[in-house]
């Protein structure tokens, strides 16, 4: 169990998305969820997502190298840092970790990575477009934040998250249950002053791109969105759009965004997707009601995989959930159903029990087990 020690509520009235800050002790008596042996294990995976990045002598070049990895003898004992994403889907022992921080919604969060560093080892300074909690874990390393502002991408290359160096406003050495809060936009740098295990819980929100394109997909796939702009007055120039065509033009996307049966499956479905690859836990054989109800009857317990996302809308007309970008749809199940199902992780048998007393939250449970995205647990 992890339990945070700070006020989460004032953090997020004073710091979340505004400004960095560390959070010193935020954990008690922090003990890694996951060795470095085991990690590195994961990063053995084809289907992990993992990289390696080395830092060269003169420090002001890091090269990056894309798993997975058999070996790590060639990279020495210092200057280097192993990074694996969505630790969270592959180790049940780090779900834990992810869940002191479900204080913010689960819509925005985006994975648990895992990096073990030699020292000397980093990846540079750099910006990131999604908030970011560090967590320390064994060892040390020195951190360094900077003010938002106009920095200058390393190299010119201006798709680089590097930056050039910065003036900082924080400087910190991480302590083991020690952590680091960083709003998208804040450039910062780590160093590793002894071999060190860091977690990185990052929560992300779309972007208008992602919006844009889902949006236009949404109504095409639905065959909506023919609205066409109209005007009772037209400019005296032939080759001129005027400033009231371009606003009412554009006012035709705005309308949908007060429209929810416009954009509101398009929303479930685009945040309740993984950027990452879950670890499907599917079974030999399909059950039917019959069979989970005498394994929920003999004791079993029904869990999540790690990473899944099960969301609901706020003022849905629709009775509903969202899961791993699908709509599923549920009759005759109350709103405290909906609300128990979307918050509840681990559905331990006795509350597994109760919810098989409504048939259709029942054949939701047959369905998602068979798909692999639920399973049963002792």
């Known amino acids: 169990m992890y339990q945070l020690t700070f006020d989460t509520q004032a953090f997020i009235k004073k710091h979340w998305q505004q400004t960095p800050v560390v959070l010193t002790q935020a954990f008690e008596d922090f003990v890694d969820p996951i060795a ?10 084809e289907e992990i997502s993992s990289r390696i990045v080395v830092t060269e002598a003169n420090q002001n070049q890091w090269n990056v190298i894309q798993g997975p990895f058999e070996d790590y003898d060639a990279y020495g004992e210092t200057h280097w840092q192993l990074l694996v994403q969505a630790v969270n889907h592959w180790y049940p022992d ?34 990131d477009n999604y908030d970011v909690f560090i967590i320390q874990g064994e060892g040390e390393r020195r951190w360094k934040v900077g003010n938002k502002g106009d920095h200058k991408r390393r190299g010119g290359d201006e798709n680089s998250p590097l930056v050039e160096d910065f003036e900082p406003i924080i400087g910190v050495v991480l302590k083991k249950g020690d952590v680091l809060y960083i709003p998208p936009g804040y450039p910062h740098c780590g160093e590793t002053l002894s071999l060190a295990i860091s977690y990185s819980i990052g929560f992300r929100a779309p972007s208008q791109q992602e919006l844009l394109t889902q949006l236009a997909d949404s ?15 037209e400019a005296l120039e032939p080759g001129i759009v005027s400033q009231e065509q371009q606003q ?24 309740s997707q993984n950027r990452f690859e879950l670890d499907i836990c599917e079974g030999e054989e399909p059950l039917d009601l019959e069979e989970l109800q005498q394994v929920i009857e003999d004791g079993a317990s029904i869990l999540r995989i790690g990473g899944l996302k099960v969301l ?18 549920l009759e005759n199940v109350t709103e405290a159903e909906l609300v128990s199902f979307a918050n509840t992780v681990n559905l331990d048998n006795e509350l597994a029990a109760t919810m098989f007393d409504n048939l259709a939250i029942a054949e939701l449970l047959v369905e998602l087990i068979n798909q692999g995205l639920y399973y049963l647990a002792e």
């Open 94 to 127: 780090s779900q834990p970790l992810v869940d002191a921080f479900r204080f913010l919604p689960d819509w925005r969060f985006d994975d648990l990575m895992v990096s073990f560093a030699t020292p000397l080892g980093g990846v540079g300074p750099h910006i």
């Open 36 to 45: 470095a042996d085991e990690l590195a294990g994961l990063a053995c995976e």
């Open 219 to 233: 109504l095409i796939d639905n065959n909506s969105g023919h609205q066409r702009f109209t005007s009772d007055s």
């Open 248 to 271: 009412g033009i554009m006012q035709l996307l705005a309308e949908l965004a007060t429209q929810p049966e416009k954009y509101q499956t398009m929303l479930g479905k685009l945040l």
């Open 312 to 329: 609901r809308l706020e003022n849905d007309n629709i009775s509903r959930l969202f899961i791993n970008g699908e709509v599923f749809a």
